[in-house]
Every structure is written in C-alpha cells, then in structure tokens.
C-alpha cells in the first residue's frame, strides 16, 4: 500500500535516519531498505530520496561522504562504523570515481530520531486508542535483523 | 566537524577543489550508463541549475544510484521509472543543495528575494496607480463663477451700485498722472497742500457728474457686479487710458493665458475676471480727495456725505467675496480713518455733533479684522482647483486625474509658479489626495481665520503661514501639497493689514471720542477713561501689547498713540526720521530693536503748538 503524499512527507524522513541509525548508507542503499522494510509501503523515488537527503543534510541530522566501493564494504557497514574512515572525504571535497556517497546520522540526528520515534509512537498510540490502528508496536529488537547490507555489484 | 560548518568556512577552497575534481569523477561514471539514464541525470542536473561542485556531486551520486541498479539487473527502463518525474526532481534537489549554501549566500539569497518583492510591489503600486491615474476623470459639479456671482444675481437691478460706478467711471475726465495723484494730497504738510488742493479742485470739478453717480452708487444696498470671464471692452480701454492697463486681462503672462483658454461652460475661479476692483479705488479717491476739499473749506456736510459715501463703497466692495476685493475695501477705509483723523486735527469744528457720531457708529460697524478679511474667495478658489484634479468617489475623497495634473500645470504657469510644475507619472503617486488635499486647505484656513481673530500680542500660537512652511517646506512635502503652495494666499501678511486698520480704526473712535468730550465738557479729557462709557463703549487695545491705548493730554491737544514695534513707551514721541517712522509702524516684527519715539495716531504730524515733544 502506497502511503499518501502527506503522511509520506512526516514518515520518509524518520525512515531514513532510523536506517541510518543502524549504519551507515548509501541511496540505492536506502531505497531498497525503505522499501523492503516496508513492504513497498514508504517506497520512495529517487527524485524523493535525494533531496530528501539534502534536506536533511542541510539540517545537521545527516552527513554525506564519498567511499571507494569495494566488496568489502558491504561487511564492514554491517559493523556501522565505516572501515575506511581515514579515506572518506566529505560531501563537498573529490570523491574518486566508482566512489559512492555514504550517509551517516549525526549526533543531532540521533536525537532528532528519539524526538520523532516518541513522537510516531504516541501518534499510533492515539490511533490505536481510536481503533484507526490495530496492528501492535513491534519491539525495537524485531527491527534488527531485517536490516542487512545489499550485495555489492560485481 | 560538520559538513554545514565546512561548507561555510572553506566554501570557496571547497567550491574549487570540486569543481576541478568533478570532470575526473563525473565523465567515466556517466559515460558507462546507458544513454536514457544518463540524459535523465542530464536533464535533472540542467534544470537544477546549481552551482559547478553541486552539479558535479548530484551526478556523481544519480550516476552511482544508477550504476548500483544496473548491477543489481535491474533494467534501465525500470530504473527510470522508478527515478520518478524528472522535472519534480530537479525542482526538489535543487531546493535541497540550496539549504546546503553557506550561510552569507542564504542571506544575500532573501535579501536579493526582498528587494525582489518589494521591487515588485513597487511596480505593481505605480502600476495600479499609473493605470487609474490614467482612466480617472475629474467631476467638475461645483461652477464658482455661480458662487461668486450669488449675492449680485439676488440684488434687483435697482439695488445695484456696479451701473453707476461703471458709468461714473467710463465718464470720468482724468488723465493718468492725475489719477495717480488721486488721494495723495495731504495735510500734513502745509507747503504742498493748497498747490495739491488747487489741483484736487480742479480734477473734482471736471468731474463732478462722475462724483455723484458714485454717491448714487454708494446709496445702494450692494455692488452687484457680475463678474465671469467676459472682457468688458469699453471699461478696458477706459481702463487702458487711465491706468495704462486693462484690468480684465486674465492673470499671469498674455503667452500663459492664451495657452491656458478658459473653460467656456464653467469658468475656472482663478480666471474670473475682477475688472471693477481698480475703479473702486479710483472712486473712494475721488470721493477723499472731494472730503479734503470740503474740509478745507470748511463743509463739514461734503466732508460727511464723502466719508459715508466710501465707506459704503468699502462696504460693497466685499461681494465678490474675494480676499483682493477684502485688501481693496481695507485700503478704502484706511481713506476714510487718515481723512477723518485730518479733519479732528485741523479743523474739528465743520463736522456736526451728529456727524461726528455718526461717522463713529459707522466705523465702530466695520468689526474686527475677521469682519473686513474674508477667506471665503480662496475657499472657492481652491474648491474648484480641487475639483478639476480629483476624482470624486462621493465621500470627499478622490484620486489625482492626468487632466488634474495637467490642469494644476497650467495652473502654475498661469499663476507664475512655473517652478511648482509637477512631472505626470512620476511625481502624481506622491501629490496628497483629494481628502487629504482638502483637509489641509481647511487647516490652513481654519488657522488663518483664527489669526484674524487674535490680537497681534497674542502671536505664539501657530500662525497659517507657519502651518503653509510646515506643508510646503521639504522637498517631498513641496511636491505633496504642491497645490497649496500655488494657491495659498500669503494669510499673515493680509492679518497685520487688517489688524493695522483695524487699529487704526480704534483711534479714530477714540479720537471722535475724544472730540466729542471736549464739546461737551469744554477740554480733552485727563485720561481715556473719562471717555467710558458716554463717548466710547470701551478703551481699545494697543495692537502691539493688548494695554489700553495709550494717550497723553498736551496744553491744546492730546497725543494718542501705539508703543509701535519696538514695544518701549516713548511717551508718545514723533519719529524724527522717516527710517525710525517705518519702524515702528511695522507693529509685526518679531525682532527686538529700540527707537525712539512711537506710533502716533493723533495728531498725524508732529505739532509743536501742541508741545508733543
């Protein structure tokens, strides 16, 4: 199910810095995630994503950087701190070619997503209380596992 | 560090540094995708219009967004639909990148945007006001000559005085060195004066048919002259010959009035036509110079039926109520207190108990200033200016017209304020409206009504002619009541001319007063208020400090006199020089100076015998 442009407009965001939250990542990265997470319900466009991204970049909750992709990468941001930090650039300096842009969740993100998170869960609290939701919150730790990296291109 | 603070402290190093980077990065990547998807990042980065490293990093991460699709085997047709709509992309990356701008480019961003808006405003505002400037048209409703001709139009023709005058005047034998000799023979000079009677004598009695119609005409209850715009052909050239010009040529340069033709169907108030005005002079002249010579004869009846006759004239002369024909009717009285003045001084006796009192009833009867000053012809006058500028919307208020301006142009040029003149379309935006216009005018008059009504001690209070600098001083203000500044008339100057007569006025009351006493009583009295309440109602004021006017008796006579200008009671002493006589005749300065003497008004000229110093 397709969320509406204005729920999506509330939600996308806080779906991006939670994901964030795991570890580090990438937008190809993130649009799959979003969307399998989801089951296709925040799925989101590139031409959402990415200014969505800036946008939160803009407000210091996330920061982008360039990384060389290797196969390797894919292990190491399943640990979320990236290995090659000493080679990252930011968004701004030459990143190489076949370097992707990686975002990562600032401190004040961290604590925009607990702002957010307290937030939704009192919004379904609310619509549970007047039976517009039914399903039960799932325990942070459900969340986990679902989160793997994506295999990296051959 | 975080990527907002780098971006605004090494903006320019970072801006560089990418810019030379982005070619080595972007090309390959770009170059390895398929031809549909990298026209989408094409196209999405053109329409984002961002800045060279912006540009360069948005493709960078599209092209990697599209390279990670592509190895996943996903087709690029799917990967550029799922993209979504280009246009709405480019639009949302760009105003993303755009909050990614350093701080200084944020702020000159909004304020470039502010002046952008206001800018904006400003032109839809001269926009708006361009457009219905343009379309407005004035309500021309009021017709001023009808106000103006309102008291003459209710006379029956019996009643008017204007007939005779005309036909004393077209039948008057003057020629114009004795014209402008009328009125000026004095008394106070003996050498002169029975060289300059001899001369009134014989100007009086070449015309002595014309001396009676003006005493019919004075016997009249009003003037009755119909003024407009229509020359009056043979009073212009009788004009013509008696005072080198005709009065009934429009005001302002022959060029300007033939530039400027009238409105046919509703004459503009300024080019109302008031050709009577210098005969009216010229008959109370007559009439003063016949007194004179009735004085000095002795006939104290001429002297009398001359006084009433001009005073009556100055009477009349107030319909059309206009402010030059109020100046006109002061300067007549001013005939009427000088001569009586004479005549108590040097021959008292040829007038009658009952003339005496009489001509102080008669005189006591002209009022105060605000009784001879009337500012109804300039409230005509500025109405009707109103009315061809505005448009009208029904509740007083209006908007300035392009025929409005045009005609407050020519206004300016007729009026010889050329320099008032003010730019069409770009000063009319500031030109106050039609309310605010009004509004002003009736401040301005309100203030010089009071003015007549206050004493001239009393000139703390904010005077018209300040309230007109307040209007018209500043450069914008200048261009704001530019009407006012052509059409005010100069209010303080005309209140200290009447208060003068008006003062002047005063002294003759209690100069008759003082005669009369003496009569009765066999001596001038000791002080004035052995004149109250039998001779006089009241002691005046002196117009320069409001205290009882001040009078000395001397051994035969009595000296009756103002402090004058320099507000130091000199005892009554004559000025000894003409310089220091003007002085302190000027009873409006507001500088502080000393002379030595005072403004006398009985006796008109230093008397020895009377032991004055």
Known sequence: MKIERELMRGAGPVAVLKLLNRRDMYGYELVEAITQRTEGALAMGQSTLYPMLYNLEAQGFIEGYWQEATDADAAKNADRAPAKRDAQTSSKSKPASRDRKYYRLTDKGKKRLADDSKQWEAVIRAMKALGVATLALPRPSETEPCLRPLPQPQ | MSSNDSAITSENAAKQASDAGSASRTSPSLADLPAP???????VCKRARLWKHERADVEAELAAHFHDGLAQGTAPDTLL?????????????????????????????????????????????????????YIGTPTIAFRPVDELNREAHALAEADRAWPLYRKAVLGLDLTRAEVERLG??????????????????????????????????????????????????????????????????????????????????????????????????????LLRDDALVGASKGDGARVHRDLVSILSIARQNRSPDTLISCLVSVAVVRLVTDLTMDVLEHAPAILSDEQL????????????????????????????????????????????????????NKLAMVTQNRESQIAVALASPLVAGRREMTNAFESLFARAEAGLRRPLWKSSEPSADRYFLELTEGKLTTIRYALISILAPAFERTRVKALEAVAQRDAVLVALAAESFRRAQGTYPETLDSLVPRFLPEIPADPVDGMPLRYRRTANSFILYSIGADRRDDAGRFPSTDADASRVRNIDHRGTFDAPCDLIYFPRRANPVAGAN
């Open chain 2, 37 to 43: 998807l990298r026209d989408a990042i094409a196209a």
């Open chain 2, 81 to 133: 639909a799922n993209f979504g709509d280009i246009k709405a992309a480019a639009k949302l990356i760009r105003r993303g990148k755009i909050r990614n701008r350093p701080l200084w480019w944020q702020l000159q961003r909004r304020i470039g945007q502010a002046i952008a808006a206001m800018l904006l405003v400003l032109v839809a505002f001269v926009a708006v006001h361009t457009v219905r400037f």
């Open chain 2, 184 to 285: 000026t023979a004095t008394w106070s000079d003996p050498a002169v004066l029975p060289g300059a009677l001899a001369q009134a004598e014989a100007v009086l009695s070449r015309n002595a048919a014309s001396i009676e119609l003006i005493h019919r005409g004075a016997s009249k209850q009003g003037l009755g002259i119909v003024v407009g715009i229509d020359n009056d052909a043979e009073l212009d050239a009788k004009s013509t010959m008696l005072l080198g010009y005709p009065p009934s040529i429009p005001p302002g340069t022959p060029a300007a009035a033939e530039a400027f033709p009238p409105d046919a169907q509703n004459p503009e108030a300024f080019l109302i036509l008031l050709p009577h005005l210098p005969h009216i002079r010229i008959a109370a002249r």
């Open chain 2, 357 to 408: 009192t009489d001509l102080a009833h008669r005189l006591a009867a002209l009022g105060g200033p605000a009784d001879l000053i009337s500012l109804q012809g300039e409230r005509i006058g500025y109405r009707d200016a109103i009315q061809r500028l505005y448009t009208d919307d029904g509740q007083g208020d209006g908007r300035l017209t392009a025929a409005g301006v045009e005609y407050y």
